[in-house]
């Protein structure tokens, strides 16, 4: 069935530093979706992409959809402690009661202030 | 802030008991989820609403029982429930319009569920 890769699975860094995760597939996706979860909360989605090849922000984050459609990367600039948390892509394939959305299993960030 | 309010926030139900999770939205979106979350793993879907409609049930267990009494409002009720199912569950809605953007999905901050 259909899967998400999803990298790093884990990855802890300096306040300040940059961070870069992703997720990559062998499907082709209409749309990707990056949420950030923290600790006993519901994932907050942080952006969502709709067109290959879009590249958009989000304050210190930024997202891509990959221009084959099969791959994402998040980056975050400059982080801080708040951005401790589970980092998860989704990505749906499929439209109507037709569509599915796919989960990559998360990247766990842990930042040292 | 999440605008799918979900009550309550932790429950503890022994296997004999019944309850019922609720989950409220006022964005206007006709679609309405339910999932499970065990720790550390990305949400598992269960339910789907469309426009009040069950329009996907994803082989779950009788045990869980969905309800929309209305385009706002999703109750999931909860009976004979097994030590296993002890999860975060998540309600999440979406417009349910007919382009990619309106199937963006935004969650509650989820229900704790555990079960003795």
């Known amino acids: 069935g259909q899967q998400l890769n999803q990298s790093p699975q884990s990855m802890f860094i300096q306040e300040g530093e940059d961070v870069s995760m992703n997720c990559t597939s062998s499907s082709i996706f209409n749309t990707w979706l990056w949420y950030k979860q923290d600790p006993g909360e519901g994932p907050v989605l942080l952006i969502a992409l709709y067109k290959a090849g879009e590249l958009t922000s989000n304050g210190r984050l930024t997202a891509q959809f990959g221009i084959t459609r099969k791959d994402s990367f998040l980056n975050i600039s400059a982080s801080i402690p708040s951005d401790v948390g589970i980092y998860f892509c989704?990505?749906?394939?499929?439209?109507?009661?037709?569509?599915?959305?796919?989960w990559g299993l998360g990247t766990s960030l842990g930042v040292n202030p | 802030d999440t605008e799918v309010t979900q009550t309550p926030k932790h429950l503890v139900m022994g296997m004999t008991n019944k309850k019922s999770l609720k989950c409220e939205q006022h964005?206007?979106?006709?679609?309405m989820y339910w999932y499970k979350q065990k720790a550390k793993k990305p949400p598992e879907l269960m339910f789907v609403?469309?426009?009040?409609?069950?329009?996907i049930n994803e082989s779950v267990p009788s045990r869980f029982s969905p309800e929309c009494p209305n385009s706002s409002l999703l109750n999931l009720h909860l009976h004979a429930l097994q030590p296993e199912d002890s999860a975060l569950y998540l309600c999440?809605?979406?417009?349910?319009?007919?382009?990619?953007?309106?199937?963006?999905?935004?969650f509650g901050e989820g229900s704790w569920l555990t079960v003795v």
């Open positions: 609403y469309s426009y009040e409609k069950l329009s």
């Open positions: 964005m206007g979106h006709r679609a």
């Open positions: 989704a990505g749906q394939l499929g439209t109507g009661n037709n569509r599915k959305l796919i």
């Open positions: 999440a809605s979406s417009q349910e319009r007919d382009s990619y953007s309106g199937n963006t999905i935004y």
